[in-house]
C-alpha cells in the first residue's frame, strides 16, 4: 500500500495512488471496513480458543511436577528428594533430607 502527494505537496489526489493487491482503491475507501481486517470478535471462538490456550498452558507448566509426585508416592519414595522409603517405619522422616 502506498500514496503519492501532488506536486504542491499537498496529499489532496493521494485516493488516486493506493494499490491495495488489486482492489480498486475507491471502493475501498468507500466502504466502512475493508476486506480481511476483522472488525468484531466473535465471543465463542474467542472462549473455546482461550480455554484450549490455557490447558495446554496448564499442563506445559504443571503436569510434569503432579506426575512426579503421583510417581514417586505409588513408589514409595520420598516426595521432596525421591529416596526410597520402603523399609523405613511409617510416620518417619526421609533420612536423606529430613522431611515427613
Known amino acids: 500500500m502506498y500514496a503519492v502527494c501532488n506536486q504542491d505537496g499537498d496529499n489532496t ?11 480498486d482503491s475507491a471502493k475501498l475507501l468507500a466502504s466502512s471496513t475493508i476486506p480481511g481486517i476483522p472488525t468484531g470478535i466473535f465471543w465463542d471462538r474467542f472462549l473455546i480458543d482461550a480455554a484450549i490456550f490455557s490447558l495446554g498452558s496448564w499442563l506445559i507448566l504443571f503436569a510434569p511436577g503432579t ?16 529416596y526410597d522409603l520402603k523399609n523405613l517405619a511409617v510416620g518417619s522422616k526421609c533420612p536423606e533430607c529430613g522431611r515427613l
Open 67 to 82: 506426575l512426579r509426585l503421583i510417581h514417586r508416592t505409588r513408589h514409595g519414595l520420598c516426595l521432596h528428594c525421591a
Open 13 to 23: 489526489g493521494w485516493r488516486q495512488f493506493i494499490n491495495v493487491r488489486g482492489l
